[in-house]
């Protein structure tokens, strides 16, 4: 009788691999590809880092130190503009789609209504759908539908629709492991049922808002694509600046641009990592 390999035995390893050797062997090659891996993914970083200080307008040759793509990035009219643009954006944008996940994430789990479920999978639906349909059926919706110029609205709204499902998400994921009785205690001591989702359910759910206020900021701060297709004259964005900036040639000032992104990032996780040692403690 014939012994059928079982899918669930481990696939065997060549002769190299076993043994005391081929552990030693295992551990360096995957030490090995994590370092590469580490630097495909941050050199490029680095070397952009470095040649924002170059004085040299071509990044191709490093010809001494210099702060000047700075100082000319601090006077880029365009850019500050821009920056400001995407700042008012995001800002609008994070606010909206907080309050519209985490009160779309308490209805779906508090009541019971028709439909439910299809409800709640149609709002996933910008998390999946491609942004190139997406703008292009905003900016007709927007243009044709109900005839409203594009410019800060509009903007505003395409990058709410695509970001409070991310808010959602992460406070459903948070509301599963709520003590259903919370609710419950807070409405016999007497407190109202908004009283008792305000002061009970909310700073329970507050990390997943914070995590979800975040990542909706992030995400509508670099956004493209959809900003391409719903955004006017008036209401260009950093991201759509820098591309334009881009194509038409090689620009120290991005560089310089980048650098203050890069390190601005630096200190927003090194200062959560620090709230977050302390809020243990």
């Given at each position: 009788?014939?012994?059928?390999?079982?899918?669930?035995?481990?696939?065997?390893?060549?002769?190299?691999?076993?043994?005391?050797r081929g552990l030693v062997t295992q551990r360096w090659f995957l030490a090995a590809w994590t370092i590469a891996v580490f630097a495909f993914l941050?050199?490029?970083?680095?070397?952009?880092?470095?040649f924002s200080f170059n004085s040299s307008?071509?990044?191709?040759?490093?010809?001494?130190?210099?702060?000047?793509?700075?100082?000319?990035?601090?006077?880029?009219v365009t850019l500050i503009t821009a920056f400001k643009n995407s700042m008012i954006v995001a800002s609008f944008t994070t606010v909206l789609a907080t309050i519209l996940g985490t009160i779309g994430a308490w209805m779906l789990y508090r009541y019971r209504f028709p439909m439910q479920r299809m409800i709640g999978l149609l709002i996933f639906i910008p998390?999946?759908?491609?942004?190139?349909?997406?703008?292009?059926?905003?900016?007709?919706?927007?243009?044709h539908?109900?005839?409203?110029?594009?410019?800060?609205?509009t903007l505003i709204i395409a990058h709410t629709t695509f970001c409070f499902p991310f808010v959602l998400v992460g406070v459903q994921a948070r509301l599963q492991g709520l003590d259903p009785f919370l609710e419950e205690a807070a409405l016999d001591l007497g407190a109202t049922p908004f009283k008792a989702f305000w002061l009970v359910i909310v700073p329970y759910l507050m990390p997943a808002i914070?995590?979800?206020?975040?990542?909706?900021?992030?995400l509508s701060f670099d956004e493209y694509i959809v900003s391409v297709f719903t955004s006017g004259a008036s209401s260009q964005t950093l991201p759509l600046k820098v591309y334009g900036m881009a194509k038409?040639?090689?620009?120290?000032?991005?560089?310089?641009?980048s650098t203050?992104?890069?390190?601005?990032?630096?200190?927003?996780?090194?200062?959560?990592?620090?709230?977050?040692?302390?809020?243990?403690?």
């Open positions: 009788m014939s012994a059928v390999a079982s899918p669930l035995l481990p696939v065997s390893l060549p002769k190299f691999l076993r043994g005391a941050y050199i490029p970083i680095l070397l952009l880092v470095v307008r071509l990044n191709i040759r490093w010809e001494g130190f210099t702060f000047k793509w700075y100082g000319e990035l601090l006077s880029n998390m999946v759908m491609p942004e190139v349909l997406m703008g292009a059926s905003l900016m007709t919706e927007f243009v539908l109900f005839q409203r110029p594009l410019g800060y609205v914070i995590s979800g206020a975040l990542m909706s900021f992030t038409v040639g090689l620009n120290p000032q991005l560089n310089a641009l203050i992104f890069i390190v601005a990032t630096m200190l927003l996780v090194l200062g959560s990592q620090l709230l977050t040692r302390k809020s243990k403690i």
